[in-house]
């Protein structure tokens, strides 16, 4: 995601956020259910804040450890909407960790400055683009917590998700078809107006395989659900294998806006 360099208050709203991020993440079992709710919505507010300043900063910054941060902020939001619906929902512990570990990876390594040499319009694109990672790293922790639930199950055991397993396999892929669509849309806008984003015409660089290879993997993982019926641990290998393109398509992203 855009940050400013190490500012007085960027360290400040980092370490704070952190800091309430850890409370939940290493006190889960000390901590009641109200406390551990409180402290992450404080974190999650501080880790909001921490981005819009980033936003207004003189010198906006694009790197992977600031695009994890981001994603992990959106992979908050959506746990907070779901928490509405579904109020027996229980994975604040590893959200918080998660949280925790991607502001302190942002501090470390702030990325590269960026120039925005021909459009305005850039930083939105690059947003839109870690939004779309967002909700595919939603469907990766709902599709960790089905695999957990699915375990129990089969151990006779308490799933403890606080989701019927059915309900978190449909989830996981509304969450990947939705972002599906975010990337190809993505993919497409930089295709056909790469002279105004990024001041040159599209090439086939290492960004742009590693951006198709993405889109390719989500085709095919959405393609052999529904002609062949994927499902279960078949359709969670396949999305586990996607992140590792997709992370390899934010370092190719920021080596390419140095």
Same mark, same amino acid.
């Given at each position: 995601?855009?940050? %400013?360099?190490?500012?007085?208050?960027?360290?400040?709203?980092?370490?704070?956020?952190?800091?309430?991020?850890? +409370?939940?993440? +290493?006190?889960?079992?000390?901590?009641?259910?109200?406390?551990?709710? =409180?402290?992450?919505?404080?974190?999650? #507010?501080?880790?909001?804040?921490l981005l819009v300043w980033g936003l207004w900063g003189e010198a906006p910054r694009f790197g992977f450890a600031p695009a994890l941060s981001m994603t992990a902020w959106l992979v908050l939001t959506v746990y907070a909407v $779901?928490?509405?619906? &579904? %109020?027996?929902?229980?994975?604040r512990w590893m959200l918080a960790?998660?949280?925790?570990?991607?502001?302190?990876?942002?501090?470390?390594? %702030?990325?590269?400055?960026?120039?925005?040499?021909a459009s305005a319009w850039l930083p939105l694109h690059l947003a839109l683009g870690i939004a779309c990672y967002g909700l595919f790293a939603a469907a990766v922790v709902h599709a960790w917590l089905m695999t957990?639930? $699915?375990?129990?199950?089969?151990?006779a055991e308490d799933p403890d998700s606080g989701i019927p397993l059915l309900t978190l396999e449909r989830l996981t892929f509304r969450f990947v078809t939705a972002g599906f669509v975010l990337l190809s849309a993505t993919l497409?806008?930089?295709?056909?107006?790469?002279?105004?984003?990024?001041?040159?015409?599209?090439?086939?660089?290492?960004?742009a395989v590693f951006? &198709?290879?993405?889109?390719? #993997? &989500?085709?095919?993982?959405?393609?052999?659900? +529904?002609? &062949?019926?994927?499902?279960?641990? =078949?359709?969670?290998?396949?999305?586990?294998?996607? %992140?590792?393109?997709?992370?390899?398509r934010m370092s190719a992203h920021a080596s390419c806006l140095k």
């Open positions: 995601m855009i940050l %400013p360099s190490a500012s007085p208050v960027s360290w400040l709203l980092a370490l704070a956020a952190a800091l309430a991020y850890a +409370a939940p993440a +290493a006190a889960a079992s000390r901590l009641g259910a109200a406390a551990s709710r =409180n402290a992450l919505l404080v974190a999650w #507010v501080l880790h909001g804040a $779901e928490r509405q619906l &579904f %109020p027996q929902m229980r994975a960790a998660l949280g925790a570990a991607t502001i302190v990876l942002a501090l470390l390594f %702030p990325g590269q400055p960026l120039h925005v040499k957990r639930a $699915e375990r129990h199950i089969r151990q497409l806008a930089g295709w056909l107006f790469s002279d105004m984003l990024y001041g040159r015409a599209w090439r086939w660089d290492h960004k951006s &198709f290879l993405s889109w390719l #993997v &989500f085709a095919a993982l959405l393609l052999g659900r +529904a002609r &062949f019926g994927w499902r279960g641990r =078949n359709a969670v290998r396949i999305l586990y294998a996607a %992140p590792h393109c997709s992370c390899w």
